[in-house]
């Protein structure tokens, strides 16, 4: 297949980059080469290159920023939608569109299955919503992929970030009271290739199995670094932390039903996932050049 990446810059777009390069012919499009919030843009690159599928990687995701630029939030994440669905529309290119567990409010306080009724509590949560029901109204071969607590090779995420954190302070102050399935930017890449091979279109809830609070999430990325000695945890609700701008839902782990009833392979246990980045994927030598003051 010729697969179009948008977004291609994130850190889900690297580990796409990897996972569909070798096996499909791949255009990877960065913010600079193809901006979702240009209709047209997004029109005659997507023409130009007739791909068989896209995937829209692309997003407007700091969630605290959301609050204050709800304009540019709704740009990318419902109107960037909108463009790139009409134009997998038009073309007939299958289209991945990469959601989030930040559509639900987090209070059912058990997992969320695609039939749950979305209720997002912030901007982001509620721009990507509307990109979701823009993506189901305008293409007709789409595959709309929620997914959680994203972390990978590229980029800064809750796992780099524990992990810059301990290399410079011995105590940790982290959130027990939410929770949520993290999930391994290769192990979707992965899930996301298996399923443009298919014809089963709709929404997926698409995380790593399993379930941890973010207190849980710290201390098992500490162990697996080998710095769980050296660190103090101490965890705390949220509300005794400094508020942050955006609220942010409490329990937002998945079911896999339609990953169930399609037949797809299941995605590993979040902890095996976890494992594996930081043995064989995690690269901290930016970190260690950064400690020894190199440029
Ligand atoms: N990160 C998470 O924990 C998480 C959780 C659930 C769902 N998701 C979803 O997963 C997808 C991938 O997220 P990610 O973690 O890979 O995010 P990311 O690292 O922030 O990547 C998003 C990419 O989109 C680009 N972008 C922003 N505005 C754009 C525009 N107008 N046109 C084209 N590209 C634009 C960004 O470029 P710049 O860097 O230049 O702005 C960035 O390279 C998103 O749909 C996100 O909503 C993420």
């Known amino acids: 297949m010729k697969i179009v990446i948008t977004g291609a810059d994130g850190q889900l777009g690297y580990d796409l980059k990897r996972v569909l390069g070798p096996v499909h012919k791949v255009i990877a499009l960065n913010r600079k080469q193809l901006d979702v919030t240009d209709e047209d843009a997004v029109k005659w690159t997507l023409m130009q290159h007739q791909p068989d599928a896209v995937v829209h990687a692309a997003a407007y995701t700091n969630v605290d920023r959301a609050e204050a630029e709800t304009e540019a939030s709704y740009q990318v994440n419902a109107l960037g939608a909108l463009h790139v669905a009409s134009a997998c529309h038009m073309l007939n290119a299958k289209l991945v569109h990469v959601s989030t567990d930040y559509v639900f409010d987090g209070t059912k306080q058990c997992a969320y299955t695609e039939q749950d009724m979305p209720n997002p509590i912030n901007i982001y949560g509620q721009s990507k919503l509307l990109g979701e029901k823009f993506v189901q109204l305008t293409c007709s071969q789409a595959f709309i992929v929620r997914t ?125 996932a976890l494992a594996f980045f930081i043995r064989y994927d995690y690269d901290d030598s930016a970190l260690r050049k950064q400690e020894r003051g190199v440029r």
């Open 148 to 272: 959680s607590w994203l972390y990978g090779a590229k980029g800064a995420n809750f796992v780099t970030k524990v992990l810059e954190k301990a290399r410079t302070t011995s105590e940790l102050t982290i959130v027990d009271d939410q929770f949520g399935s993290p999930t391994y930017c290769l192990d979707l890449a992965l899930m996301i290739r298996e399923l443009l091979e298919t014809e089963h279109y709709g929404l997926y809830h698409a995380s790593n199995s399993g379930v941890c609070s973010r207190f849980e999430f710290a201390r098992r990325i500490l162990q697996e670094a080998g710095l769980l000695q050296s660190v103090l945890l101490h965890p705390v609700p949220t509300e005794q932390l400094p508020a942050v701008p955006a609220k942010r839902p409490m329990y937002s782990a998945f079911r896999h039903g339609a990953i169930e009833r399609h037949g797809l392979s299941p995605m590993r246990d979040w902890e095996a």
